[in-house]
């Protein structure tokens, strides 16, 4: 039942550009908090972007978001959910990063993630660059392999860079499958676009059996389609969901570092989460906004949005 201790303040008793600004207006319960154990779903801050091999800024990213999100209402406009009332939210805080050290700050990550995780809480992470997600899925995945439906201009399954730097936001998903944290079975990765360095990401997928629906099958297949199949691939055991901003083309999201033009419109951005329904999501990031490229707040409010449309399908029975 609707615990009014959980419940966001609404803009009728305080206007939404004031207060101090937790995601969603929620109220900020951390690992200490008395109340963390009734918490259902928990949206976490990771304030780190070390992972990022061109153009910086999602370490500034929670922040950003965390103001965009003043924005978000309790009710969805078109699914009618309060996903408030349905089920206890709440800002768990940002996970406190160590920027000079990748190891070290995947290490406090997964602590972090870890800790949630005894506490019975779904995460919806608010990043970060896409690394961010390699140390989540190091705990969500504690149990066994996932399934992901992962939105992304990119693979991320490249080997290394650099001459053998393993762990970059190039990287995150072909180490996930080399530590067993996905099962490649059950992989989508659907928006893939752009110019690419070789063919070596596409063929690691290829080889593991991770599916890739490029762009040019996207627009030609259409949102509904698309999402059926990625449906049936994730299946019905436990799923992950990772969602790259620069998914959506950069007319709707230029403030992110890798943008590809090309890309799905911002009413899509929502449309393909709606996709997600039936699906037993475990956890799910928004990554890649990056604030430095973002002046005019476009990118941010579009990735809160699309961040209220997974909470709304992390909601158990919606
Ligand atoms: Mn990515
Ligand atoms: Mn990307």
Known sequence: MSDPFFQPVSGFDLPRFA??????RLPHVGLDHPRL???????????????????????????????????IRAQHPTLGVRPFEKVSCADLGDVGPNPADIQDSMDRITDF???????????????????????VLRSVARDGALGMVHFDSHTD????????????HGTPFRRAVEEGLLDPH?????????????????????AVGIRIITIDEFHDRGVADVMEE???????KPTYVSYDIDFVDPTFAPGTGTPEVGGPNS??????V?????????????????????????????????????????????
Not at 114 to 119: G, L, R, T
């Open 186 to 206: 059950r992989v989508v990765q659907i928006g893939i676009r752009g110019t690419q360095y070789d063919s070596e990401d596409m063929d690691f997928a290829k």
């Open 267 to 272: 009413y899509q951005a929502l449309q393909v």
């Open 274 to 318: 709606r996709g997600l329904k039936g699906i037993d999501i475990v956890g799910a990031d928004l990554v890649e906004v990056s604030p430095p490229f973002d002046p005019s707040g476009g990118t941010a409010f579009l990735g809160v949005s699309i961040m209220f449309e997974l909470l709304c399908q992390m909601v158990p029975s919606f």
């Open 19 to 24: 207060g101090i600004p937790t995601f969603m």
């Open 157 to 168: 399954l490249y080997h290394s860079y650099f001459d053998g730097t393993m762990y970059t």
């Open 230 to 236: 990625a449906r049936d691939i994730v299946g019905q």
């Open 113 to 135: 993630y870890n800790a949630v995780m005894n506490a019975g809480i779904l995460p919806l992470t608010a990043g970060g660059d896409h690394l961010t997600s390699l140390p």
């Open 37 to 71: 154990r009734d918490v259902d779903i928990g949206i976490i801050g990771v304030p780190w972007d070390s992972g990022t091999t061109n153009r910086p800024g999602p370490r500034h990213g929670p922040r950003q978001l965390r103001d965009a999100s003043t924005m």
